[in-house]
């Protein structure tokens, strides 16, 4: 189970001033742990087994199967919520054995988009459209891009047995499916896009690439237990939430979050988008940015010890040690015998801990233990956060679920395209 500990030798937020905003946030966590009326609409997510049961898991196995049986490549089209939760998981645990896996629906860039097609020469692909109402214009694209190469290589029924599609009953997609002889799959009615980690939407691409998406989901329902029971006074996501908001009211405008693991780089993104997207409303909320060390220590790192009190930090410590390295000296008088025998392991570590000893002389720093980095830890990470964002979103006073700032750009893009 994740474990949260506060590095801050300045001490900010008092032991006492924390108890007490955490006494007066229990009413707003007793809320969230019932789900609110007026968020029905988006709250699908909040029982891991309403999108994530028996038969959808039993479902997405067998198409996985399929898919892993008959192609060489798996494009995931889809953009945001659509692709960030499964892209963290596959980038991070997929062992390769399965279809190379390809992103699509994320970019307009013509080139990007070329150099996708150049990976799928010569490869049997199927694609994924997932698209919630299917009028986002990045995936549209990319799927008539796809769709008609797929038409160039396969006859029409082969085609449409490669194309599967996520989205909403009721929806133009489902009429496509309908019309073209696609598989349809549901995209959650009660659920937003950055919400669906334990969904069709999340899960099936996370199976086709190999990784336990029964243990993700039982990671995710252990979490679930654990914030929706239990003493509120000691609820991990409601200390985290207050936390958080008790920094942005002291003037901290961002959360940095971090690790020394390179594995959670496409996660980070999922993370950026949950708080960003759910928070960044009525000229309110924490600006949610990452950083992957040790890297770069050697770029933000000067930021944050010499730079404007911006931000507070937040690490994700993996504690179970993954591989094994050790330096062996090789005969060459490089100044480096100080490594002799040492695995980079604890050298990792021990940058880990420094950072922290020295990043919290100068600002706050909270840190999520996590046992191991594996699928059911993944599952309860995208719970918690999600669960956290909820609390966070409510004692901000802002609506978590929706993202009107979302939809003005596209208001002047239909317009320059002509729509």
């Not at 959360?255 to 009525?282: H, I, N, T």
């Not at 911006?310 to 179970?320: Q, R, S, Y």
């Not at 922290?356 to 993944?378: E, G, M, R, W």
Request: proline residues 4%; hydrophobic residues 45%; charged residues 20%.
């Amino acid at each position: 189970m994740l474990k949260l500990s506060i590095r801050d030798q300045r001490a900010l937020v008092s032991e006492a001033e924390l108890a007490t905003a955490v006494q007066e946030g229990i009413p707003v966590l007793e809320r969230v742990q019932k789900g609110e009326a007026a968020y029905a609409d988006s709250l699908g997510w909040l029982h891991v087994d309403e999108w994530a049961g028996e038969e959808v898991l039993s479902r997405i196995e067998q198409l996985a199967a399929q898919i892993r049986e008959t192609c060489d490549a798996f494009v995931l089209i889809g953009v945001g919520g659509s692709n960030n939760a499964a892209r963290s998981v596959i980038e991070a645990l997929a062992d390769g054995t399965g279809p190379e896996i390809v992103y699509a629906g994320n970019t307009l860039s013509a080139n990007a988009m070329n150099r996708m097609l150049k990976r799928l020469e010569g490869k049997r692909f199927a694609v994924d459209c997932i698209a919630k109402n299917f009028e986002t214009l990045e995936p549209g694209a990319s799927f008539r891009v796809l769709r008609r190469e797929l038409a160039a290589r396969c006859s029409p029924a082969e085609a449409a047995a490669r194309i599967l599609c996520t989205g909403t009953e009721g929806s133009p997609l489902e009429e496509l499916c309908q019309k073209e002889g696609y598989t349809f799959l549901p995209f959650p009615t009660n659920i937003g896009g950055r919400y669906t980690a334990m969904t069709y939407v999340g899960l099936l691409p996370m199976a086709v690439a190999g990784i336990d998406i029964r243990a993700l989901v039982r990671g995710a329902a252990g979490m679930e237990q654990a914030l929706r029971s239990g003493a509120p006074e000691d609820n991990l996501a409601l200390r985290y939430a207050v936390l958080r908001n008790l920094y942005y009211q002291r003037g901290y405008k961002l959360e940095l979050l971090a690790s020394f693991e390179p594995q959670f780089r496409w996660f980070y993104k999922w993370w950026v988008q949950l708080f960003a997207e759910s928070e960044g409303k009525d000229g309110k909320g924490l600006f949610p940015v990452c950083a992957e060390y040790s890297e770069e220590l050697h770029a933000v790192g000067q930021y944050i010890q010499d730079g404007a009190p911006l931000m507070f930090e937040t690490f994700l410590d993996v504690e179970a040690r993954q591989d094994s390295l050790v330096v062996m000296p090789d005969g060459k008088a490089d100044h480096f015998d100080y490594l002799n025998g040492k695995d980079f392991y604890d050298i990792n570590k021990a940058a880990f801990s420094a950072t922290v000893t020295a990043h919290s002389q100068k600002l706050p720093c909270l840190i999520f233990d996590i046992p191991a980095l594996d699928a059911y830890n993944f599952g309860q990470l995208f719970y918690f956060f999600q669960f956290a964002c909820y609390v966070s979103g409510s004692l901000l006073g802002i609506d978590p679920f929706n993202q009107p700032g979302v939809e003005a750009y596209k208001c002047w893009m239909f317009k320059a395209l002509g729509k």
